[in-house]
């Protein structure tokens, strides 16, 4: 229960830090933030586990959302790739609306596009190839798909699941099948 010296400080207007993952010698994090660890970084940033310095990962969401970049809410590593959500429309100077894919060792953006429409992306949970994404959006490929939503990792094109739920997913666990 005793703090350690390790503080990578965000700082910025509201600063905050929203997901937090560990990979490796790495913490991921996300939030709204404009300096992480000693640097420049707009909502994401991978930080030493020992140093608490940022590295040069860095995939640059922009967009809407906190001042003039963005917000990422939602972070999910599988293999070699971090999926995250939240109110960006470019990462690393490339149209991406609320959802992509980047490569977890170089942050470079992949080519996996589900093509969000409007909105925000809050959480995210992954079963098999099979990425699930809760926000305030309400279209996915140009199709009605309100709140919670089913994508295939592999190509991004949506799934046939879709609950129809009645108000904004903030959060979700999957549980098995469930």
């Not at 707009?42 to 930080?47: D, E, F, G, Q, W």
């Not at 640059?60 to 972070?75: H, K, L, Q, R, Y």
């Not at 080519?111 to 995210?124: A, E, G, H, K, M």
């Amino acid at each position: 229960g005793v703090v350690t010296a390790w503080n990578p400080t965000a700082d910025g207007i509201n600063a905050s830090v929203s997901d937090i993952l560990v990979s490796g010698s790495l913490v991921y994090l996300s939030g709204y933030f404009s300096t992480i660890g000693g640097t420049s970084r707009r909502s994401l940033a991978a930080i030493d586990i020992t140093t608490g310095v940022a590295t040069s990962w860095n995939p640059n969401p922009t967009g809407i959302g906190f001042g003039s970049g963005s917000v990422v809410e939602a972070m999910l590593i599988s293999g070699s790739t971090m999926y995250m959500g939240g109110t960006f429309t470019k990462v690393g100077g490339t149209d991406r609306e609320y959802l992509a894919a980047v490569d977890i060792s170089t942050g470079l953006l992949t080519s996996w596009d589900p093509n969000f429409d409007d909105s925000r992306v809050y959480t995210l949970a992954l079963s098999g190839t099979t990425l699930y994404a809760g926000g305030t959006f309400s279209t996915v490929n140009g199709l009605p798909n309100k709140y919670l939503v089913a994508v295939s990792t592999v190509d991004g094109t949506l799934q046939s699941w879709n609950p129809d739920p009645n108000a904004y997913v903030l959060n979700m666990a999957l549980s098995g099948t469930s």
